[in-house]
């Protein structure tokens, strides 16, 4: 219609954060630099015809303290309520421990505003190995006792 304001898929997003921002008395650069976003991004989450990447969004959650898949909703990235892949934090409350803090040590890693792209892949792959090492896989897991029975 004319002269009738239209917001992009991202708007719901932009609202969460100008909300952040109030409540938190930070101005636009401020949070940008929080984020580690350019102040011209955070502006184009209104109206921009088109998502924005998953990495500013996933940033912009970091900033916030808020859940990486709530941000992708609100960003247009999933649809609300959509199906996805299990996470790990998924996986975890299944198995009955769930995360402390409700954040699984991978998202946290995915949150952490301090961390570039590179230095997410990096600190991720470590994480793993890490982890693998301490719940190897059932079948390792069965080989192993075969062998310390077998020795």
């Known amino acids: 219609m004319m002269g009738q304001n239209r917001h992009g898929p991202a708007y719901a997003l932009w609202v969460a954060m100008e909300r952040y921002r109030r409540d938190n008395r930070l101005t636009l650069e401020q949070f940008?630099?929080?984020?580690?976003?350019?102040r011209q991004t955070l502006d184009r989450l209104k109206d921009s015809r088109t998502p924005p990447r998953t990495t500013t969004v996933h940033k912009i959650a970091g900033a916030m303290?808020?859940?990486?898949?709530?941000?992708?909703?609100?960003?247009?990235?999933?649809?609300?309520?959509?199906?996805?892949?299990?996470?790990?934090?998924?996986?975890?409350?299944?198995s009955?421990?769930?995360?402390?803090?409700?954040?699984?040590?991978?998202?946290?890693?995915?949150?952490?505003?301090?961390?570039?792209?590179?230095?997410?892949?990096?600190v991720l792959a470590a994480y793993d190995a890490i982890a693998s090492a301490f719940n190897p896989p059932p079948r390792a897991a069965e080989e192993h006792e075969e062998r310390r029975r077998a020795g």
């Open 32 to 38: 940008a630099a929080r984020a580690r976003v350019g």
């Open 65 to 94: 303290g808020m859940r990486l898949t709530s941000a992708e909703e609100l960003a247009g990235l999933t649809p609300a309520g959509g199906e996805r892949a299990p996470t790990a934090e998924d996986r975890s409350s299944e």
């Open 96 to 122: 009955g421990t769930p995360a402390p803090g409700g954040v699984d040590t991978r998202e946290a890693i995915m949150r952490d505003p301090r961390l570039n792209d590179e230095g997410r892949r990096v």
